[in-house]
């Protein structure tokens, strides 16, 4: 499904990555694993349209991405490693926002949309709170939900058991596993190699690929 092609990255004379290769398939749970610094971070922002490479290619079901558009961010979700909520926004309206405005989603469709994949996060009495008032798992599953909301092709994830605690952890675990069983393809970046192993059909370790080239 995600298929990248000797994709190289530098900033000045510092360079992250070279010549890098790695595939997704359709529905997999793939883990990027590795230190914090190494570039995990800097894969997922050219992986999502943010940064462009130097060089290389990404492929999406076999055809090329434009890296300078807006393909990739149409087509991969991201969720940010601090969820990036509106705190003047509810849960709906975070989750409705961009569908109504910028895929010209009706707010009835787009509230019928968020409220069946808050109930699939088991969020479904959160609709109206605030930010402020949920936990740092509620807030990860209400940024999962977000990026579900506009339909991406592939869900990919920073770092997303930063600062949770353990019960949060698991509750991210489960819905990772949950999006799994409904064929949703999930790029995780992560250092926890635990969690990593919990959830992913397989393991990319990316400081032994670093360390490669």
Known sequence: MLEIKSLTKSYGDNLIFQDLDLQVHQGEV?????????GKTTLLKIMTGIEPADSGDIFIDGQLVNQEGRDLQNKIGLIFQDFN????????????LAPINVNKLSAAKSQKEARSLLTTLGMADKADLYPYQLSGGQKQRVAIARALAMKPQIIAYDEPTSGLDEVSTGQVAEVIKTLKDQGVTQVVIT???PFAEEISDRVFDFAKEVARV
């Open 30 to 38: 793939l883990s990027i694993v590795g230190p914090s610094g190494i």
């Open 85 to 96: 909520l509106f705190p003047n926004y509810t849960v709906m309206g975070n989750i409705t």
């Open 191 to 193: 250092h926890d190699q």
